[in-house]
């Protein structure tokens, strides 16, 4: 598997990302918590930007957002009803059309050009490319050309080859990029009406066009994916049928070694029959007390203990309560994250602050009638389930 390079954050951009990010760290994720207009605005920038998808979003979005009232894990307003309507929807009626009416904005950065190829294979979703018209590729990532290293070859008796030739490759690239901007700039007059930004921005354009056939074939490049879930089933059914999947630029291009697929349910829309025939089912059941005492201390190590064993012992409470959302292993994390933020060492100490923090566990309506409705209401609940509490 090819090195990603990930990026630094400092904590404060950090805490907004992780509101609209599924991770900071990773190459491939998706966008939540964000409104429909927002979305696309930030995915259409994303073609013209040398940037990634994070560092845009921090750098030209999030100053022209509101995000006061997104401080807890319930962020963009009216994100809960339209959550609930969704929920009645389907498992009132038990109608999963209404799946194909939301989609996912996904991102793929430091991707290929032959996984762009399979990405893109059969034109079932949106794309959007990073664009080698309005990009220079002449900046380093790592302080590496921007260009996939299969580790294979970087083994093999031609690695050390294939590096110099690219490095030396990209190196006539930047060359020729800014030889042909400078002569772009002298043969084509600027308009009357031209601004300096617009005439600069147009003729480098025209340097970049003529020179990204320079480019090599490994080059890497960031694709920003819309798509239902319908839409994205059928893109792993093609690649699960046969491990191979057909390009009409390329041909059929087969797996040369079967990769291992794992895909992850949350129950909310059934996998389809075709698709599961190919898999292997195994149910991951909620982690018991102590391993996910684990966990949060894994990932919160700052956290005070007492408040990691309170804290898991509510979450394993709520569980056993049959909420329509159950709240699982990230939920645990989000909360326990929050009390700290609101200064709680203790369940017991705060409980109006504790209470107020409950929306980052309970995400309906329902289930927080259905909580309100126990013997002694949340309060019974989290009385009872930190009562003995001590460190194991």
Known sequence: MAVYVPESF???????????????????????????VVKGAL????????????????????????????????????????????????????????????????????ASNLLTKVLEWGRLM????????????DSRLGGRYRYHRDPTVLAGPLGTRYVGDQDRMFDSYS????????????????GPDDSEFVYRTATRAKA????????????????GIYGTGQAFEALLLEVLSDFQVSIPELGTIEAVSRPLVILTSNGVRELSDALR????????AYPDEAKERDIVRARLPEVDTELVIDAVRVVQALRERGMRKTPGIAETLDWTASLVRLGVRRL????????????????????????DRADGGLAGILAAATAGASSP
């Open 277 to 284: 025939r190919r898999c292997l089912y195994h149910y991951l």
């Open 175 to 190: 060359q020729c990029a800014e030889f042909v901007t400078e002569h772009v700039r002298t043969t084509v007059a600027r």
């Open 208 to 223: 970049l066009d003529a020179v990204r056939g320079m480019l090599p074939a490994a080059a890497t490049s960031n694709v």
């Open 126 to 137: 949106s794309y959007l490319e990073q664009s080698t018209r309005y990009i220079a590729y």
């Open 43 to 110: 995915f259409a920038r994303y073609s013209r930007s040398p940037k990634s998808l994070r560092r845009l979003f921090l750098d030209e979005f999030v100053g022209d957002l509101d995000i006061k009232g997104d401080q807890s894990i319930d962020a963009t307003i009216g994100l809960d009803r339209a959550e609930e309507l969704y929920e009645r929807v389907f498992f009132d009626y038990g109608d999963d059309s209404v799946a194909q009416l939301g989609g996912v904005h996904l991102a793929c950065e430091q």
């Open 348 to 371: 017991d100490a705060d409980p109006d602050t504790v209470a107020a923090s409950l929306t980052a566990l309970v995400k309906t309506r329902e289930d927080r009638a259905l909580l």
């Open 10 to 36: 400092t904590s404060d951009e950090a805490d907004v990302l992780r509101r609209y990010f599924t991770n900071l760290d990773g190459p491939v994720f998706a966008l939540v918590n964000l409104p429909e």
